[in-house]
């Protein structure tokens, strides 16, 4: 079960100063292009989750990864509760395939950098998009309790009531409301 909350609008330099103080280990620094996929319907976005094709290029050693990951939303009041399927596949192409066998359709293309850190045992990822989906950096908290999670929130500087629960795409569209 993955547990996770988002704090939007992130000032990227000053919360990189403070994992560092923290000494937390970079885990991770690398695009993402995240190849988002439904049924033609669009029930498993309009339902919370979805199924994804993710090719990751690692910045630093410049090795690429596929993987093809399927969620599904458990919860998401306080917490963002997802049950997740993850696997590495040798290609995008293999996982293209298996995922329209199952007769979904290519939804979208999320492009975005993310640098990972983690602390205790839970990851602090620092998401930047494309400043066209959205425009501001933001952090997920992921972490394997509630209460670890409210942790890693204080100790960051920031208040349970900076989280938010909402998907990106509940995100894009409040952000494109207020343009």
């Known amino acids: 079960m993955e547990i996770e909350v988002k704090i939007l609008d992130i000032d990227v330099k000053s919360l990189k100063s403070k994992l560092n103080s923290l000494n937390a280990l970079k885990v991770k620094n690398e695009m993402q292009y995240n ?52 696997s590495l596949v040798e290609s995008k192409e293999i996982g293209e395939g298996i995922f329209k066998a199952l007769g979904l359709i290519n939804q979208d293309i999320i492009i975005k950098k993310r640098e990972s850190y983690k602390i205790e045992n839970s990851l602090v990822e620092i998401d930047t998009n494309e400043k066209k989906f959205i425009p501001f950096p933001y952090i997920e908290i992921e972490s394997p309790s509630e209460k670890e999670l409210e942790e890693i929130v204080e100790i960051l500087g920031f208040d349970m009531k900076d989280t938010t629960t909402k998907s990106i795409y509940e995100i894009k569209k409040e952000y494109t409301k207020k343009l």
């Open 35 to 86: 190849y988002i996929y439904d049924f033609k319907d669009k029930k498993l976005i309009n339902g919370g989750g979805y199924a994804r094709i993710r090719l990751t290029k690692d910045l630093d050693t410049n090795k690429t990864k596929v993987y093809m990951t399927v969620k599904k939303l458990v919860s998401k009041d306080t917490y963002k509760k997802m049950e997740e399927h993850e």
